[in-house]
């Protein structure tokens, strides 16, 4: 069919044609088809690549995240041990001070201090005495 | 030519470029393999720090708990002189010299020629009181900072300083109970290797390896420290008044030898050891030696009861002197007594009855008792520097050491020994190894000790027999000064001369002692007494006596003891 021809043609001659169109539209899409999987291929590529750097990157993120964190709280528990350290030595000094305000020398040297003296005697009663009594 | 030469420069250019390549590589090569250690340990050296972690000393209590020496950790104030500037850059040695002299009770002078002494990191003063370090810190001086230094310490003072001992500067225990368990006590340090940051804090995420340090292990003692504090007092007491020389006193449990005191003068503060001279760090209770003199008559009176040889109403004629070996040997001021019962060689504490007791059981017999009480030997206690006293071996008895030594003279004892003597009396019999940590205590728990019972010296007939002969001497004998009200007591007094270098005795310089024991039924306590030159003389024995009962009463209230008499 020469061009004129093609001109000059019905339309209905056309319409026959349609359902080529399908196969027309079919070829077109058969030629897309073979240069869309490609490019989906190639975003999907990119996509991966992107999405595993920046899966990557968190990653690093998180773990320098936890590290810090990690670290921060290891600077703190040192710290809150030196602060048990301090408190424990302190404790230490003062359970000395009271051995050292509880000992009989010094409640002797106090004693006499206030002006107190020794009991001249003790009076003691007798367990068997009492028990013989009730 | 251009050419030639832009050819000729790459070449150069090129060699250059390779040579330089080939010696890094090489430079490289040599740090990954033959210096990769020492840069290695360079790199490790600057991050990781190795620490011995020191154990922590274990604590000493009495019998009832109360802490005798701990160790806390005290600050020491060091000084970096280069530092000492203000804001501008001045040099503030002289102000900082001049603000902490009179809190550390120096002169400023001093602390600035210790600053201009060209060290650049000096300690100004090592374990300072809290309330020093508190105030020196206020001040906020630079150039001064304070590092942590263990510190031993002693609640009571002075009391109890020759039983317990001291650490020294090294941290090793010396004398007493320090120095005899030191090992335990000082447990076994540990080690830390952690990485550190720039300013010397620990890394968390770095490396860190750890032994852990086994702190020493607690010590319970048999020691009271009432009866101490009472045997002490007592003893600088009667040693001040009788301007001794010196004087000991041990209170022992007679029922297992536990030591309940033990006092030593002269003696010493154990927070300031350097002050204290040689002989005031001598226990005299068990590193000094005297002869016993007539406190051994005890000894002499139950051996020969135990043999047989006599009963406490066997008699003789007192003409004031016994000869033996040739030589007269005289009661004291050689009185005589006539007709004397063995009881009343006791109670007037007769020298000639005496010889006359060891007569009658002979030298071999009285050597073998005076061993067998525990006499010439150390006793075991558990304390460092104990010596064990002179009984000469049998083959090297005069005939006439028969009779000295019956009545004391001529042997050298402790009081630790003759307390351990008196001990077996008192308890039916047995000899007991005298102790004094009663208790161990660490992560695994207690650890008690058990009493040693080293031998059955006399029989129980003969140990009673001499309890009622002892009540007596103290009742109705020489030793009545030593009676208390309310409660039955036993004992003996003594008076010995003291021998000089050249083998002779001093003159006019005397010895004195009390041993004894109470109640005498059912004994809580045996105490002995020594004063070492009273100016009393022969009547030493009276303040000994003194003492006794002054500590017996403390120690009888304080037990709760009821009275067992009326």
């Known amino acids: ?134 | 030519m251009t050419a030639t030469i832009s050819h000729m420069r790459l070449r150069v250019l090129f060699a250059l470029f390779t040579v330089v390549s080939l010696l890094l590589s090489a430079r490289l090569a040599y740090w990954q393999t033959v210096g990769r250690g020492d840069l290695l340990s360079r790199a490790t050296d600057q991050v990781h720090s190795d620490l011995v972690v020191a154990a922590q000393r274990g604590v000493i209590r009495d019998r009832t708990g109360a802490i005798l020496a701990t160790t806390v950790q005290l600050r020491s104030l060091y000084a970096i002189p280069a530092q000492m500037k203000d804001a501008q850059g001045n040099d503030t040695r002289s102000a900082v010299a001049a603000a902490i002299a009179p809190i550390l009770g120096e002169r400023p002078e001093v602390l600035r020629a210790a600053f201009d002494s060209g060290a650049e990191w000096l300690f100004v003063r090592r374990r300072l009181p809290e309330e020093t370090a508190a105030r020196i810190a206020a001040l906020g001086q630079s150039g001064l900072g304070f590092e942590m230094e263990p510190k031993r310490l002693y609640p009571s003072g002075a009391v109890g300083a020759q039983v317990l001992g001291f650490v020294n500067d090294d941290g090793l225990g010396q004398y007493g109970v320090e120095g005899r368990y030191d090992e335990v006590l000082a447990g076994t340090p540990g080690r830390l290797t952690v990485a550190r940051d720039p300013a010397n804090r620990e890394l968390a995420l770095g490396l860190r390896t750890a032994v852990p340090a086994k702190d020493g292990v607690d010590l319970w003692l048999t020691v009271d420290l009432a009866v101490q504090n009472a045997a002490e007092r007592e003893l600088a007491a009667v040693v001040e008044r009788e301007k001794a020389a010196g004087g000991a006193i041990v209170v022992l449990d007679p029922h297992d030898g536990a030591v309940l005191a033990m006092a030593s003068s002269p003696t010493y503060d154990p927070a300031s050891v350097g002050n204290a001279n040689a002989e005031a760090l001598r226990n005299r209770a068990i590193s000094w030696t005297y002869e016993p003199g007539s406190t051994l008559k005890a000894v002499t009176i139950a051996a020969a009861l135990d043999k047989g040889v006599v009963t406490p109403t066997t008699s003789y004629q007192d003409v004031g002197y016994a000869v033996i070996g040739g030589r007269p040997l005289c009661n004291a001021q050689c009185k005589v007594y006539g007709p004397t019962t063995v009881t009343q060689v006791l109670t007037r504490s007769q020298n000639a009855g005496a010889v006359f007791v060891a007569s009658k059981l002979g030298a071999a017999d009285l050597n073998a008792y005076l061993h067998a009480f525990g006499f010439g030997v150390r006793t075991g206690v558990d304390l460092a520097a104990e010596t064990g006293g002179i009984v000469r071996p049998l083959a090297e008895w005069y005939p006439v050491d028969l009779g000295t030594m019956s009545f004391g003279q001529g042997l050298s004892v402790t009081p630790l020994q003759l307390a351990s003597a008196y001990a077996a009396i008192a308890n039916g019999g047995t000899l007991y190894r005298p102790y004094v940590v009663a208790s161990r205590r660490d992560a695994d728990g207690e650890h008690r000790t058990a009493p040693v019972a080293v031998r059955r010296v006399i029989s129980e007939e003969t140990a009673a027999t001499m309890v009622t002969m002892l009540t007596t001497t103290v009742d109705n004998g020489i030793a009545n000064a030593a009676a208390l009200k309310g409660y039955s007591v036993a004992g003996k007094t003594g008076t010995a001369q003291i021998p000089s270098d050249d083998g002779r005795y001093i003159d006019d310089a005397y010895i004195s002692s009390f041993a004894g024991f109470v109640p005498a039924v059912d004994p809580r306590m045996v105490v002995v007494v020594v004063l070492e030159k009273p100016q009393s003389k022969l009547l030493g024995t009276v303040p000994a006596m003194n003492t006794f009962k002054a500590i017996a009463t403390d120690a009888l209230r304080y037990a709760r003891v009821q009275p067992d008499r009326p």
């Open chain 1, 1 to 134: 069919m020469t061009f004129a021809q093609a001109v000059r043609a019905p339309q209905a001659r056309r319409v026959p044609h349609r359902p080529h169109r399908q196969a027309v539209t079919h070829h077109r899409s058969a030629r897309g088809a073979t240069r869309a999987p490609r490019a989906s291929w190639e975003i999907r590529s990119f996509l991966l690549a992107s999405g595993v750097i920046v899966a990557g990157f968190l990653l690093v993120l998180l773990y320098l995240a936890q590290a810090t964190a990690v670290s921060a709280a290891g600077y703190e528990a040192q710290r809150l041990a030196a602060q048990r350290d301090e408190l424990r030595r302190q404790n230490a000094l003062l359970i000395i001070e009271t051995a050292r305000l509880d000992s009989p020398a010094r409640v002797e040297a106090e004693a006499q201090r206030l002006g107190l003296v020794r009991a001249a005697t003790i009076r003691v009663v007798a367990t068997e005495a009492v028990a013989a009594t009730r």
